[in-house]
């Protein structure tokens, strides 16, 4: 059983910066995909920053150029720095994997963590 427990949300001004960790249960290398997605009140879920095994990271029209996506595998976690927050980016994000086998994907979703940015 896959396990991705997220850390590092919380309230924060404009223009500040958070860092999330994404801490997995198994190899990071293992997955074939990992991102971050987040989710505002009455909004549908979206997808923030993504990286592929082949270390492609694509992020965003809303994120790139502020936000960051990094791994370190010896740690199975991934980050996502966040630099120059936003009102909007207020929502609760969500840490994602997938495991591509024979039978299919598989997807795992972390509990999510409640980012807020307000002065």
């Known amino acids: 059983q896959v396990q991705l427990v997220e850390s590092g949300g919380g309230l924060v001004q404009p223009g500040g910066s958070l860092r999330l960790s994404c801490a997995a249960s198994?190899?990071?290398?293992?997955?074939?995909?990992m991102g971050w997605y987040r989710q505002a009140p009455g909004k549908q879920r979206e997808l923030v920053a993504a990286v592929t095994s082949g270390d492609n990271t694509n992020y965003a029209d809303s994120a790139e150029g502020r936000f960051t996506m990094s791994r370190d595998n010896a740690k199975n976690t991934v980050y996502l720095q966040m630099n120059s927050l936003k009102p909007e980016d207020t929502a609760v994000y969500y840490c994602?994997?997938?495991?591509?086998?024979?039978?299919?994907?598989?997807?795992?979703w972390g509990q999510g963590t409640q980012v807020t940015v307000s002065s």
């Open positions: 198994g190899s990071t290398l293992s997955f074939n995909a």
């Open positions: 994602y994997a997938r495991r591509d086998s024979p039978a299919g994907p598989r997807r795992y």
